[in-house]
């Protein structure tokens, strides 16, 4: 009897650290629709290895206008599109194609938008010139992706970030999507990268980003002019863990994130396993 007990009892509780979950995957870069970076290759390899540990995944990115769509084989999803989302005062009207990435089982939804995304590159122009209104263009993807997960009715139990692009996307589930039944419960992980890009985001950021609970007064901890470094300290301020994705990452970031009381993953080549057990800590229940 007792034997059966401690056995039932381990079943159970290896049954549940194997419990598969729903994870949302918001990138900067995938590859091969951008060139191989480590964000973008990162960007491929981790839902890749989730969905291969049977984890239900959805994955994001925008769709910069240096992708081919015919090469690449998107397509607009017309259920998903339509919607206007109302950044610093104007509409934007939210386009999503959708693709697969070949050899993979990963589907990639892309956020899209003429004056945003589908006309430019990513950070900077031809030139190398700073998008003036990179700070919009972040929050347009952000919300974008919030929006097409509710429309998806899916409920994602661990949202993952990579790229100073879904930066803000912790602290909108934390304020402004904290109700919504489809982001309630999960929990949020950011990834931290080398490369520091010397970006200013403007003076009307903060009031750019808001939008029903998430406030400009929640930021009056971070200069009125936000530049790369303070994208990273919001979204390690509203993270529920922190993922060193390669050896030597931003000093000021990692430094930042030592300071909160989050988990962090150390970097790590083999990281597929250490990650899923990541993700059971910071989620326990399923």
Known sequence: MVLCMFFCTF?????????K???LFINQEISPYVPDTSLSVLGRELPKAMQERDHEIRTFMPKWGTINER????????RLSGMNLIINDTDHPLIIKVASIVGTRVQVYFIDNDDYFSKRQMTTDEHGVDYSDNGERAIFFARGVLETVKKLRWVPDIIHCQGWMSAVIPFYIKTAYKEEPSFADAKVVTSLFTKNLNMDLGTDFKQSLEYRDAKPELLSAYNDSFDFD???KLAIDYSDGIMIAQEEVNPVLTDYAKTKEVPILPFAENWADGLDEFYDKIYPDK
């Open 11 to 19: 079943a159970s509780v290896n049954l549940r650290s194997m419990a």
């Open 21 to 23: 979950k729903k994870i």
């Open 71 to 78: 090469r690449g084989q998107l397509h607009e999803v017309i």
């Open 230 to 232: 303070a994208l990273g």
